[in-house]
């Protein structure tokens, strides 16, 4: 054995190794650090970087990070907002019943952009559209 002083708390301490720094008792110390450390290193390379180019995982185009805690690209983030704070759902359970509707593939962006371009909305658009082909075929629906 012998006897070495530890670099942590200068006490001096007994041990069969040369190697030893720490006294036993900064060794659990220091190994309770050495693990924070990693933690914390593992952690930061897990969370993004600002300013670097993540892929949405919702979405799947790249986008910039522009905060720490963000997740998803902008569009989706405020998706994600609307969602959780969906607007006058009392309202509309009371005055509406919802129809799911299948669009074919790749019209529903025409269809939004188309709407957006009349300055209505699709919902609204659907049902205007809808009275007009009433209005159109009175006599025979399937004309
Ligand atoms: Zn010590
Ligand atoms: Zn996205």
Request: some cysteine; overall charge positive; charged content about 30%.
């Amino acid at each position: 054995m012998i006897t070495r002083k530890c670099e942590m708390c200068g006490r001096e301490f007994q041990t069969a190794s040369n190697r030893a720094k720490y006294c036993q008792y900064c060794r659990g110390e220091v190994q309770i650090q050495r693990n924070r450390a990693y933690a914390e290193k593992k952690k930061s390379g897990t969370s993004v970087s600002i300013g670097s180019e993540q892929v949405c995982p919702l979405c799947g185009k790249t986008y910039k990070v522009t905060s720490g805690s963000q997740k998803y690209c902008t569009e989706c983030t405020s998706n994600q907002k609307r969602k959780k704070a969906p607007p006058n759902t009392g309202y509309l359970k009371e005055h509406y019943d919802y129809i799911r509707m299948n669009v074919p593939k790749g019209e529903r962006e025409k269809i939004k952009e188309y709407a957006d371009s009349l300055g209505l909305s699709v919902n609204k658009l659907l049902l205007i559209a809808l009275e007009e082909f009433k209005e159109n075929h009175k006599d025979d629906p399937k004309k």
